[in-house]
């Protein structure tokens, strides 16, 4: 099994920046791809972004130019720099993860409990 814990998440106001920081343990053989989505209240879950381990790198159209992804593999932590933060922004973030337990198992998703970013003046 894999835990994710999110943490990063607060109060911003419009224009402003956080870093969101994502760092898994447990049983971890190998990290495929890490990611952050987010869920605004009455709306799916979307993607943000995503990166993989090569360093192939996913965002969402509405955060390219304004979010960045990174992961430092040796702490098997992801993190996402987001800045000029918008009203459409808040939503709770979440970490998710492709990882396999064991070089035999195949890879498995995981996800966080979440993150809240707030974004109001």
């Known amino acids: 099994q894999v835990q994710l814990v999110e943490s990063g998440g607060e109060l911003v106001q419009p224009g402003g920046s956080l870093r969101l920081s994502c760092a898994a343990s447990?049983?971890?053989?190998?990290?495929?791809?890490m990611g952050w989505y987010r869920q605004a209240p009455g709306k799916q879950r979307e993607l943000v972004a995503t990166?993989?381990?090569?360093?192939?790198?996913n965002y969402a159209d509405s955060v390219k130019g304004r979010f960045t992804i990174s992961r430092d593999n040796a702490k098997n932590t992801a993190y996402l720099q987001m800045n000029s933060l918008k009203p459409e922004d808040p939503a709770v973030y979440y970490c998710?993860?492709?990882?396999?337990?064991?070089?035999?198992?195949?890879?498995?998703?995981?996800w966080g409990q979440g993150t809240q970013v707030t974004v109001s003046p």
């Open positions: 447990g049983s971890i053989f190998s990290i495929a791809v």
């Open positions: 990166i993989a381990n090569e360093g192939t790198i």
């Open positions: 998710n993860v492709l990882a396999k337990s064991t070089s035999w198992t195949l890879p498995s998703n995981y």
